[in-house]
């Protein structure tokens, strides 16, 4: 069965850096859009960034210039590069794999905390 985990979260210091990893457990990666969302609580979950095969992009304004997605197909790996990291990054980021036409798969989430 299709299983997304994600690593790589911890706490970092305001104008820190992170790097999310998403392991996906799926038969053709490939033909995935793959994503990166976050949520805290009481709000919704939020597209933070996309990739497609091949990688064309996308991200939301508020993490332009700060953050990378990427993809290693043979891996069926996608990262997350998170730099110059805000407080309001803070939120707990899932990995999401879109087939476009079917179910989405979702990891679990991997906690990220921008404080001092």
């Known amino acids: 069965q299709v299983q997304l985990v994600e690593s790589g979260g911890g706490l970092v210091q305001p104008g820190g850096s992170l790097r999310l990893s998403c392991a996906a457990s799926?038969?053709?990666?490939?033909?995935?859009?793959m994503g990166w969302y976050r949520q805290v609580p009481g709000k919704e979950r939020e597209l933070v960034a996309s990739i497609t095969n091949p990688g064309s992009t996308m991200y939301a304004e508020s993490v332009k210039g700060r953050f990378t997605i990427s993809r290693d197909n043979a891996k069926k790996l996608v990262f997350l590069q998170m730099n110059s990291l805000k407080p309001e990054d803070t939120g707990v980021y899932y990995c999401?794999?879109?087939?476009?036409?079917?179910?989405?798969?979702w990891g679990q989430g991997t906690q990220v905390t921008v404080s001092s």
């Open positions: 799926i038969s053709i990666f490939s033909i995935y859009t």
């Open positions: 999401k794999a879109d087939h476009g036409r079917f179910r989405d798969y």
